[in-house]
């Protein structure tokens, strides 16, 4: 089993930034892609960004160019650096592992609890 670990949420004002992280433990697998999710109330959760272990990074268009994601693979841990926080970006993020035994077959998924995010004056 793995298990997922976010902090770093909280409350922050239009256009101030925060740095969520996420702790991975348990059995992790060299060919894995970590990514953040969040969901506001009311919607559906959504990717706002993803990187694998070689740094093949995506990002939502609504984050691009405010959000920077990062790993750092000998601790399983990885980042999301947020910038010019808006308050359509106020929800949970989740943080999610991805991973199996080849590129052809992801067959875990992983979520963390999340943590809030809410961008407000």
């Known amino acids: 089993q793995v298990q997922l670990v976010e902090s770093g949420g909280g409350l922050v004002q239009p256009g101030g930034s925060l740095r969520l992280s996420c702790a991975a433990s348990?059995?992790?697998?060299?060919?894995?892609?970590m990514g953040w999710y969040r969901q506001a109330p009311g919607k559906q959760r959504e990717l706002v960004a993803s990187?694998?272990?070689?740094?093949?990074?995506n990002y939502a268009d609504s984050v691009k160019g405010r959000f920077t994601i990062s790993r750092d693979n000998a601790q399983n841990t990885m980042y999301l650096q947020m910038k010019s926080l808006k308050p359509e970006d106020t929800a949970v993020y989740y943080c999610?592992?991805?991973?199996?035994?080849?590129?052809?077959?992801?067959?875990?998924?992983?979520w963390g609890q999340g943590t809030q995010v809410t961008v407000s004056s």
């Open positions: 999610n592992l991805a991973q199996g035994g080849s590129y052809y077959s992801f067959n875990s998924n992983y």
């Open positions: 348990g059995t992790i697998l060299s060919i894995n892609v």
């Open positions: 990187i694998t272990g070689g740094g093949s990074i």
